[in-house]
DNA sequence: CATAGCGTTCGACTATAGCGAACATGCTGG
DNA sequence: CCAGCATGTTCGCTATAGTCGAACGCTATG
């Protein structure tokens, strides 16, 4: 499938490109192909409007199609249209910016945001991977996962260190899981970036199995330290709303009361 | 590029095989090909993230790097980030889901949408193209064209009749963007869907050529003739602002008045 | 327990995608 | 104004890589 392959990369370079797309050349080099091979496969790209070709001196876009189809995606999945009011409040009850990421693999996957009112804003692409050991929606997550589990995935992702904060001791990180789960809420306080705070909390299914995450992020500054209990059972209460929405949507399950603190999931 | 095309095809397939996603053997009998040919297709896609694999019994569904992507391209497009604090503004401002779009071959092509607090969400996604003749968006753009194109652009398209309103004939719709031009914003009243009204307004780039257009849409009830004005000039100033913040950015033009009604372009 | 339907693996054939060289085009600098 | 270069575009040959079909294993169902 060796074609393919170099199709769907060439559109990740374009991705990266930005912003002044990708030339022909560029993209032949890229992938250490001959030039007019490079140009097949830019042509069909652009036929299907995965890429848009802009001119003159040809250069390449990702394509509107990209933008339909991520738009899609979302609906594919029902938790981003059903948190997305549910961000907003949040957003406006804390003046955060709020997220909501799904869980693939023990990592979150950053489904939909709300930008929070402040000047700062956060580069934080849709769709995207984080850490599962450095965010709060991460380890939101990774506490409802048991230990044997957790161990898995810091093996699997190695716990690389993004500032001086990150946790980067597997037993240190089950501590804070603890700590997390008795106050039912995650805090990342700048280990994720430097100057950067979110609180987050996991959200759901029928059988109690992690979903996802909730998260607000801002500046350190935004967040002192008196504001973050409050923030933080803000969280969680919205994520338990979340799970009893997506309950009351896809299965008609009573909804049944979550009690304040019945996250302790199994993790399988 | 078989084998490339038939992927992207893929893609589209499981984009609307929503929401059961895509066996195996629907996606071989959809490109007319073996199942193994299809399941090569599929793992590669699925390596890449552009499709999502959920067991039991695989079915396929978009993919987050779709949904990754999606993003970055209203990243690559400096209107979608600039005008995202305008749609909140207007939607604010009239109650109405707020929309930008780009233009592409005389289509409007939605990039961002702020939707409104009213009972009633509308079908949108983003990133798709709408038919120019019976768009408010669509005819906004239209307007900014000379005669010319506009025929030209109609005859590639096509002027088919969405509902009982639609605009069908090329003379019809000339006189209608010669209104368009005269107050400023363009309407579709119940032209492009029974019961969803729409006004529209282009903006500009530093040559004054057409570069998309904003528009806010609402069910027919919502907008008695009386608040037709007042929206059409709210969202013509919107769309002016958008013109001058636009150019403050990428080119250092001076701001410019733009003049109340001076988008009279010729098209080209 | 049998069977039907699906996903998955394998090897052979041939169409197809890749290469490289030649041709076109659009800019830059002399 | 022309020459030269860099970039995009086309074409034909060749071998590779993608396609097919058939065989296998699994699960789900009557």
Known sequence: MQSVNRALLLVNKAAGAAPDGLSLNQAAEALGVAKSTAFNLLKTLVAHGFLREERPGPRYFLGMSLMRLGDLVGQQLPVAEISRPLLRELTVATGLTARVAVVDDGCPVFLERVDGPGMVRFHTPLGCREAPHASAAGKAILATYDERRVREICQAEGLVAHTRSTITDVEALLADLERTREQGFAIDDEEEAEGVFCVGAA??????????????????????????????????????????????????????SLGAHSRRGDGR
């Open 203 to 256: 959200f759901l299914d029928h059988q109690n199995r992690c979903l996802g995450a909730l998260s607000v992020t801002g500046i350190r500054a935004e967040v002192p330290a008196w504001r973050v209990l409050h923030i933080g059972q803000l969280v969680r209460e919205y994520a338990d709303r979340l799970t009893r929405e997506m309950r009351g949507q896809s299965a008609e399950l009573p909804p049944q």
